[in-house]
């Protein structure tokens, strides 16, 4: 079974969740992802599977471990998270190489 569901459940206890969407399902060989929104935004919690020699495989691509492991402190809208080691090459992969230019609208298609 995923590690993912027990986040899924504190985060639709806590965040008061209007929708919950499996996007993708995960299996023995693909990662999966998670749709979370409330009324006022979305979230997109990703699964990662190990992959020999320190390597993680995601919905976009194979990556060195280093880039997201360890997860660092931040804050997001005044709440505590853990996040990416590398924000920037995650950034990049999910939304462009233009995801720093690019009209916001554009990034969530």
């Not at 590690?3 to 209007?18: D, G, R, S, W």
């Not at 020999?52 to 997860?71: A, F, H, K, R």
Request: charged content about 25%; some cysteine.
């Amino acid at each position: 079974m995923s590690n993912i569901f027990p986040i899924v459940a504190k985060i639709e206890q806590m965040c008061q969740l209007t929708t919950t969407d499996r996007s993708t399902v995960a299996t023995a060989d693909e990662p999966g992802s998670w749709r979370l929104c409330t009324s006022r935004t979305c979230v997109v919690l990703y699964e990662y599977l190990n992959q020999p020699e320190g390597m993680m495989l995601s919905q976009y691509g194979e990556e060195d471990q280093s880039v997201t492991l360890p997860l660092t402190k931040c804050s997001i809208s005044g709440v505590e998270a853990s996040c990416p080691r590398e924000k920037e090459p995650i950034l990049r992969r999910v939304f462009g190489e233009n995801w720093r230019t690019d009209r916001l609208t554009s990034l969530f298609h």
